[in-house]
């Protein structure tokens, strides 16, 4: 059995390695090529945190994988990282415990940043070059990091709940890339003639308004990805030309139309998945004016794919410390 570190899995997988995965896991999951068992979601309320467990077999992949992921928002008052977690990587064939991915998280931002941006490139504008990011915690780092690899953005508007959060953020991403970042006072005053809107908070309230979207749009909402969460109100669905998911099953339970399912705001039969989009089975953007909404809760075939792949790269590169193990044959009576 392999052991990595976190350290160790940060130099296996490039952002377009991570995109590629994706891209790979989403169209395996529209042709009904995974077992998906349901997400397992704990509620921590006293803390006003979540912990999910998800995992997927990719058919014919040599390996299988689950992942366990916290958010812990209370942990920025004492600096310690919000996000932890684990993956758990198994064969196949034998059912062999093959490794332990100490990543603390790390995976599950690089799939989801890697997610965000595809479903980006896949129906923002391609001039598109003004984003607003709404939150400025980790993920809202991996999103920019991502989208800047399939866009050209020049402008980038944050907004957090903590000011200071929001000037950290701008000072790390004029920093690496030289981009000119605007700290905001408002939701609106952030989206409003943006391009590009990317959402990444744990709200329970809407952070984004229709009535705020200019004819054109693009909406990437990440937060969302538990009963009871929001980041968009119905406005924004209403006036949505196109909603893509990453699995409709999930997206009413878990993701934005959970409430749509409720109120009414989006007819949830005309929702397109990332996988179909990917295949040209469906469309997305069909004109710069309509506006176009990615509800991405976060699925197992996205965990599988980034954990197995930074597997099998680690035993190619011999990163890793093996551990003996011993396995016993069953008992007999």
């Not at 979601?41 to 992949?61: N, P, Q, R, W």
């Not at 908070?201 to 693009?218: D, F, K, N, Q, Y």
């Not at 397109?272 to 809760?297: C, E, F, M, N």
Request: proline share 3%; aromatic share 4%; charged share 25%.
């Amino acid at each position: 059995m392999l052991l990595l570190s976190e350290s160790e899995i940060h130099t296996l997988l490039t952002p377009a390695e991570a995109l590629e995965a994706m891209r790979s896991s989403f169209i395996a999951h529209d042709r009904g090529a995974v077992e998906k068992p349901d997400v397992i979601t704990l509620e921590f309320d006293e803390h006003g945190a979540d912990v999910h467990a998800k995992g997927s077999y990719i058919h014919g992949d040599p390996t299988w994988a689950v992942k366990v992921a916290s958010s812990f928002p209370g942990n920025n008052r004492s600096g310690e990282p919000v996000h932890s977690g684990l993956s758990l990587v198994f064969s196949s064939s034998s059912g062999y415990l093959e490794a332990i991915l100490l990543d603390n998280g790390y995976l599950t931002e690089l799939r989801t940043g890697a997610t965000g941006a595809l479903a980006t490139d896949l129906l923002s504008r391609a001039d598109a070059s003004t984003v607003a990011v709404i939150g400025a915690g980790s993920q809202a780092r991996f999103q920019l990091d991502a989208l800047l690899r399939v866009r050209k953005i020049d402008t980038v508007r944050v907004l957090s709940r903590r000011r200071a959060h929001a000037e950290r953020y701008a000072l790390d991403a004029r920093t690496r890339y030289g981009v000119t970042v605007q700290v905001c006072d408002s939701g609106e005053e952030a989206v409003a003639g943006a391009d590009i809107v990317v959402t990444t908070t744990p709200s329970r309230e809407p952070v984004v308004e229709g009535a705020w979207l200019e004819p054109g749009t693009h909406l990437t909402a990440i937060g969302c990805d538990s009963p009871g969460k929001r980041e968009l109100d119905a406005e924004c669905l209403r006036r949505a030309a196109v909603v893509v998911v990453d699995d409709p099953d999930q997206a009413i339970t878990h993701g934005e139309l959970q409430h749509a399912a409720r109120d009414g705001s989006w007819d949830v039969s005309r929702t397109v998945t990332l996988g179909a989009l990917l295949q040209g089975k469906s469309h997305g953007r069909l004109d710069d004016r309509g506006i176009t909404i990615a509800d991405l809760s976060g699925v197992g075939s996205q965990d599988a794919a980034i954990a197995s792949l930074a597997y099998s790269k680690a035993v190619a590169r011999g990163i890793g410390r093996r551990i003996a193990e011993a396995r016993f044959p069953e008992e007999t009576k």
